[in-house]
């Protein structure tokens, strides 16, 4: 298709911007409109868009531009929310991570005494060993030198730390859900 | 927190601060520190920008409840963007081609989504519009002619013909280059032009 634009074409488009078309409009581009195609096309097509627009005008019904204003605090709340929770979520994934791989660590440890861990009795004598054990091992602790039990100490800080840091994310969660 | 801060904090007109400067410090300084003096100006341009939009989005669309979705999608989107001119620094025709321009964009992406339209979805003007009577002029010559011209065509022949756009605003508008919106407008023009000529001559026989 070939590219036939009219010189006069314009300024008829700007006798329509201004609302001049066609009573303020010269008789000679009158007669112009009338014989050229590309002018008449114009013509046609901005008169029936400036029509339609008319009708549509009056045919919308916006909302009140305070609820627009609402939603879009809504919306850039919740965005913000949901980057605040984003490193929550990699703590949580860090805390499932851990807890994995000493759940794996325990089970791999106990494994080498057998398959009798696997057993009621074996549990049950765990737990009811358990208060003296820990007693015991809470006693070597604290009179042992910190040069002499160096792996106890590497073992429990960094394992109280972890606690610390996921409990307190725990309770930021739960206060931040409130 | 004192109350008083807090209270301020949680009120829109606080929000809207950091909205309509789209989040960033230097939009803030450069647009409007009132909040109240905000909300006077968005209601403004609300007010004087709404209607032609839901006239490009109605006529571009044939559907007005998308047009009603789509026009408050845009606006909400316009005031979170964080790239979106602010009408103090950018000026409000900046900003109008910006939210024509958010509103193409939604319009596009709901042509490209697959769906399948029950008879709820089916706006009531579409079946009142069989009723001759009620039809104005431009109904009974444009719709049947927007009807047969591509979305794009449509879009770019509202912008031309009815908002009164140079190919440049539409360029920006459609993301398009000013030539390829050259060609592709002279083509829907020659297009349309047929069309409401042959409605003419139709409704001319039948009449």
């Given at each position: 298709m070939n590219l036939t634009f009219c010189p006069y074409e314009k300024e008829v488009r700007q006798l329509m911007a201004r609302g001049q078309w066609p009573d303020a409009c010269p008789p000679e581009l009158r007669t112009h409109v009338s014989s050229c195609r590309t002018c008449g096309d114009l013509v046609l097509i901005s008169e029936a868009f400036q029509h339609a627009r008319v009708e549509s005008l009056a045919a919308a019904r916006p909302v009140a531009p305070a609820v627009l204003l609402w939603r879009a605090q809504l919306r850039k709340r919740n965005a913000a929310m949901e980057r605040i929770a984003r490193p929550l979520l990699g703590a949580q994934i860090f805390a499932c991570a851990v807890?994995?791989?000493?759940?794996?660590?325990?089970?791999?440890?106990?494994?080498?005494?057998?398959?009798?861990?696997?057993?009621?009795?074996?549990?049950?004598?765990?737990?009811?060993?358990?208060?003296?054990a820990a007693a015991a091992q809470w006693a070597s602790l604290s009179s042992a030198s910190l040069a002499g039990s160096t792996w106890t100490w590497m073992v429990l800080v960094p394992a109280l730390a972890t606690l610390v840091l996921l409990g307190g994310a725990v309770v930021y969660v739960a206060t931040d859900k409130q | 927190?004192?109350?008083?801060?807090?209270?301020?904090?949680?009120?829109?007109?606080?929000?809207?601060?950091?909205?309509?400067?789209?989040?960033?410090?230097?939009?803030a300084g450069a647009g409007i520190s009132d909040p109240a003096m905000e909300n006077e100006v968005f209601a403004g341009f609300y007010e004087r920008s709404a209607r032609p939009l839901w006239a490009y989005l109605a006529r571009s669309s044939a559907d007005p409840a998308l047009a009603d979705d789509l026009m408050q999608e845009s606006y909400v989107r316009f005031l979170c963007a964080e790239g979106a001119p602010v009408l103090a620094r950018d000026g409000e025709a900046a900003a109008r081609r910006y939210l024509f321009r958010v509103a193409t964009n939604l319009l596009r992406d709901h042509w490209r989504r697959p769906r399948t339209a029950s008879i709820e979805e089916i706006p009531e003007e579409f079946f009142a519009a069989s009723g001759h009577a009620a039809q104005t002029e431009s109904q009974i010559l444009l719709a049947p002619a927007l009807k047969q011209m591509k979305p794009r065509e449509r879009q770019m022949l509202w912008l031309a013909h009815a908002e009164g756009y140079s190919h440049r605003e539409i360029a920006q508008v459609m993301g398009l280059s000013a030539a390829s919106i050259r060609l592709l407008l002279f083509r829907a023009r020659r297009k349309i032009a047929a069309l409401l000529r042959a409605c003419a001559a139709d409704d001319g026989r039948k009449s």
């Open positions: 807890a994995l791989f000493a759940a794996l660590g325990f089970a791999g440890f106990e494994a080498r005494s057998g398959v009798a861990w696997l057993t009621w009795s074996y549990w049950h004598d765990w737990f009811v060993q358990l208060p003296q | 927190m004192a109350p008083t801060d807090k209270r301020t904090r949680m009120s829109w007109e606080f929000a809207l601060t950091h909205v309509w400067a789209g989040g960033s410090k230097e939009a």
